[in-house]
């Protein structure tokens, strides 16, 4: 395959911090040297910070987003558990999936695709679930789904939150929102490479993982051990060390810019595009109290120039002008284009070279 420098603006991975490319080339130590576990302890470390939360139980999972919401569902949920779940795009289905396999009772909150969940719905759908369980961002919509006033829910319902597309990008307090679970991706705002999950339980979440989860990889029981270095470390899998590395680059870079700073950044990124596409007379397709800054959503335009659809267009952009956007998803697959501004990839200038290319491309 051709090296080839791209301008990933897609839902997927977006390019990642220099720093980050940079850590990929140190030597690979053993996953119990001692030099990698403090590398390791002081990663979980910063990931409390990003999560703002003060969870013992807060690692990176081997695995992407993907794993990170396995290990969420299948270490609590026991079979016959009522799980209330929002659903208003692809990851609150893939939720509903992954908690059916674990045996939940799936209760479906649904709102159409490019509208939020209204939260006092996922409280009344229920009166004492086992877990209520929402996606905060969702990156098939370009939708922001609330989740601080499900602090109010009954005692003993967990909270469960997808924040793959939200960390690093929007606000998220997990103390401060009383958030039992969450799960983030490092592809997505963290500028990180995929590879790992950063998982984040509450003591309330510890005390019900089940005994013996039906996965053998993901079993925090185990995890734990190795992870938050309590009693003897122990070996479960070999972590993966070099991801490790990135990602705990990635982090001191989000960190030394500061949370606050880096949501402003992604916030006027995404006005930035939103505008901008307005501008052109393009229509965007999340509801306008909910868009999210790091993922705009937009229609794609019926009175198209002879000879150009959706897939002309994308693969335009990717050929001349290196720029990579993602299609639409479901329903919406030709009709939506989904553009990713996460991580490093949220700067004005990549606003200003998508617009401009395709503001050319579409001959407006
Ligand atoms: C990307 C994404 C996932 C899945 O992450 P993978 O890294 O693709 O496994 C889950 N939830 C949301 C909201 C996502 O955007």
Known sequence: MPHRERTLMGPGPGNPYPEVIEAFSRPVLG??????IALLDETNERLRQVWRTENRLTFPVSGT????????????VRPGDPVVIGVNGVFGERMCDVAARCGADVIRVEAP??????????????????????VHAETST?????????????????????????????????DEWRVDIAYSGT?????????????????AAVDRIVERPSSWYLDLNMIARYVTGEGARAYHHTAPISMIYALHAGLGVLLDEGL????????????????????????????????LPELTTVWVPEDLPDGLDDATIRRTLLDTYGIEIG??????????????????TARQRNVTLLLGALGEVLGR
């Not at 987003?65 to 609590?76: H, T, Y």
């Not at 592809?187 to 509450?202: A, D, E, I, M, R």
């Not at 006027?268 to 109290?289: K, N, P, S, V």
Request: proline share 8%; aromatic share 6%; net charge negative.
């Open 31 to 36: 996953h119990l040297d001692p030099d990698f």
């Open 65 to 76: 987003g993907s794993a990170g919401m396995e290990a969420a569902f299948v270490n609590v």
């Open 113 to 134: 695709w490019g509208q939020p969940i209204d939260p006092q719905r996922l409280l009344d759908a229920h009166p004492s679930p086992a877990i209520i369980a929402v």
């Open 142 to 174: 370009g939708v922001r789904n609330d989740v601080a006033p499900l602090a109010d829910r009954p005692d003993g319902t967990l909270l469960l939150v997808d924040c793959v597309t939200s960390l690093g990008g929007i606000p998220v307090t997990v």
């Open 187 to 203: 592809q997505k705002c963290l500028g990180v490479p995929p590879g790992l999950s950063p998982l984040t339980f509450s003591d």
């Open 260 to 291: 606050d700073a880096s949501w402003a950044r992604h916030a006027a990124c995404g006005m930035a595009l939103h505008q901008g596409l307005e501008a052109m007379g393009m229509e965007l397709f999340a509801a306008d109290t909910h868009r």
């Open 327 to 344: 299609g639409g998803l479901g329903e919406f697959a030709g009709r939506v284009w989904r553009i990713g501004l996460m991580g490093h």
